[in-house]
């Protein structure tokens, strides 16, 4: 992948021709970079080529665009930026400001985005506080409308925030993740691989791998992500084994530290391990089972066939 340092032209029409005109070291043309006449870009840029670059957009100094990005207009990235290849920013995002944190002292920090992300409009995310410190979005993920990504926070690969999510500094979300409209995450909250938080839902402790919790409520889980356990090659083996270390954790009646220490004896499987391994590093403590008071009345048997057959083959 060729870059290119931009310099100062005296006009813009200029720098768009001396772009288009621009050949790599090998010799050959390279795919040109397009620059509206309108957007302001910094000569310390580093844009990769065959990026499109729309009106009105600001590009600071000391960012790093990679190749054959499409970055809409209105779209402002400030210093220290780093956005991967293929990704598409659209109109209104702001990429690296400044951290919403008392307690930033101004020192150099950063923002760095991953391949083959999508950007909606108005998405914000806000650079690390401490000096040197980074806020992380993995490869392949889609960020929706007006989403916010707080200071220091970690995105893993293939993970959908969809429309008005906010999530404060420090959280952490693992691979494949779904938080969906208007959720609310809390400082320095942990969701898990695979997890789904629904709807309106809010937390303040952390969420486990694969499970997704109650929409329009805060800190509970209902049920294992199963839809999202398929699409992701799990196989029905796999998840029976996820329900019974769910049912064991959530449903169970045991102690957190008996329900580990009986899932660990009794399992070897990889996700339950995976599980396991999350709920004991948990620092928040981990969201709480919904129970359905309207099923009450049904008998455990009963219940545990309906759930099988809903939630497995």
Not at 8 to 19: E, H, M
Not at 30 to 55: D, F, L, M, Y
Not at 134 to 162: F, K, W, Y
């Amino acid at each position: 992948m060729w870059g290119l340092i931009l310099h100062g032209f005296r006009n813009p029409a200029d720098r768009v021709l001396s772009l288009r005109q621009w050949v790599g070291t090998s010799g050959r043309v390279s795919h040109p970079i397009q620059i509206h006449p309108t957007a302001v870009v910094s000569p310390r840029a580093v844009i990769g080529e065959g990026t499109v670059i729309g009106a009105n957009t600001f590009i600071d100094e000391e960012v790093t665009i990679g190749a054959s990005c499409l970055i809409g207009p209105n779209v402002v990235i400030l210093r220290h930026t780093t956005l991967g290849a293929r990704c598409r920013v659209h109109a209104g995002a702001v990429l690296g400001d400044l951290p919403q944190d008392v307690n930033y002292q101004g020192g150099r920090s950063y923002v760095r985005i991953g391949d083959e992300c999508v950007i909606r409009e108005g998405v914000t995310i806000h650079r690390g506080t401490g000096e040197e410190t980074e806020t992380v979005v993995g490869d392949r993920c889609l960020l929706m409308a007006n989403s916010h990504l707080g200071h220091n926070v970690r995105v893993g690969e293939g993970v959908v925030i969809t429309n008005g999510a906010l999530l404060a500094g420090y959280v952490d979300v693992g691979d494949r993740a779904v938080i969906s409209g208007n959720c609310l995450i809390h400082q320095f909250t942990r969701i898990g691989r695979l997890a789904m938080m629904a709807g309106g839902s809010a937390v303040q402790m952390d969420v486990p791998p694969f499970c997704m919790t109650q929409s329009l409520s805060a800190n509970i889980v209902q049920s294992l992500n199963i839809i999202g356990l398929r699409r992701a090659g799990v196989s029905s083996e796999q998840r029976r084994k996820l329900k019974h270390a769910f049912d064991t954790f959530f449903r169970s009646g045991l102690p957190v530290t008996k329900a580990i220490e009986v899932l660990e004896r009794e399992n070897s499987d990889e996700l339950v391990r995976e599980f396991c391994d999350f709920v004991k590093e948990a620092k928040r403590g981990i969201c709480k089972f919904y129970r359905d008071t309207r099923r009450t009345s049904e008998t455990p048997s009963a219940r545990d066939a309906r759930t099988v057959q809903a939630g497995d083959d």
